[in-house]
């Protein structure tokens, strides 16, 4: 399994996601701001891991935080994390869940404080893989056998701490013994289906087939498609899911084809507080990702662009959605709140 994310010796190790698929480096942060950098350069991404990059920058700032004014410190640096990416909810939640365990230590020795950040980060990363693989299991008897998987953008290990959440159904489904194969979409711009879901994949030995971006409707029209898996960043309570811009696409020509939509992800991307996915904020990013391609410009000079990082699916199109405790089907707003437990 992919080592995403990891403590080692008072630093947060992680992956480098620009550099895959051809190079396989990592990135040593020894700073809530290095941290704080990664997640927005997209060095680690995906919303399970943006979440556990956020604990334990967190932890590293505490690490390194003086004695005196102590509770300014701990807002500074979860507001320079909070900061990073604006739509991925497991970010505030992560972020919130060290907070409230500092607040509960308030007034202990500072070295008692930091001790229990850092076990808080390093727990919350091995819930995050336990919680995938539970996902997994869940969503296994979903994928029909014998069928191909479409997934779009990267749900996979690289995007948690491990395991994955759209690619944890997949693995789980193999696992299970079904015969399935994949189907990934390149994911413009930032290629992530190209560059790390096939790449995941192919380090466990699944056949998987790369595909640009429209053509997901012919192979679905075609009868190759069995179902579609995706994860999420953001989910509201109707079941909106917020996910990488293009996955509303995928999921009218699901709806319009007769192929099942199937969203996989933690309880801690809910956000049960906003009533419809029009309330997500959808984050922008530069323009210099849709006109040049790792560094080569493919757009005339001075073009306009505009690059929203997600998309919002309508509840309407998801056939479900599959959490660590159970499968959540229409209507939305009742069976979501029996995922929180």
Known sequence: MVETIQWIDGAVVMIDQTRLPLHEEYVTCRTYQEVAAAIRDMIIRGAPAIGVAAAMGVALGLLQAG????????????????QTRPTAVNLFWAIGRMKRLYASLRGSPIAEIRRCLVAEAQIIREEDIAICRAIGRHGAELVPDHKTVLTHCNAGAL???????????????????????????????????????????????????????????HFMKAGRIGCVVVGADRIAANGDVANKVGTYSVAVLAKENGVPFFVAAPVSTLDLTLRSGDEIP???????????MFGHQVAPTGTA????????????????????????RAPYEESLQNMVR
């Open 305 to 328: 662009v505009q690059n929203p990082a997600f998309d919002v699916t309508p509840a309407r199109y998801v056939s479900a959605i599959i959490t660590e405790n159970g499968v959540a």
């Open 159 to 217: 995007a948690t701490a491990g395991y994955g959440t759209a690619l944890g159904v997949i693995r789980a489904a193999i696992a299970a013994g079904k015969q399935v194969d994949v189907f990934a979409d390149e994911t413009r711009p930032f290629l992530q289906g190209a560059r790390l879901t096939v790449w995941e994949l192919q380090q466990d030995g699944i056949p998987t087939t790369l595909i640009t971006d429209n053509m997901a409707g």
């Open 282 to 292: 959808i984050e922008q990013r530069a323009a210099a990702e849709v006109t040049h």
């Open 67 to 82: 004695e005196s004014d102590l509770d300014a410190q701990v807002e500074a640096i979860c507001q320079t994390l909070g």
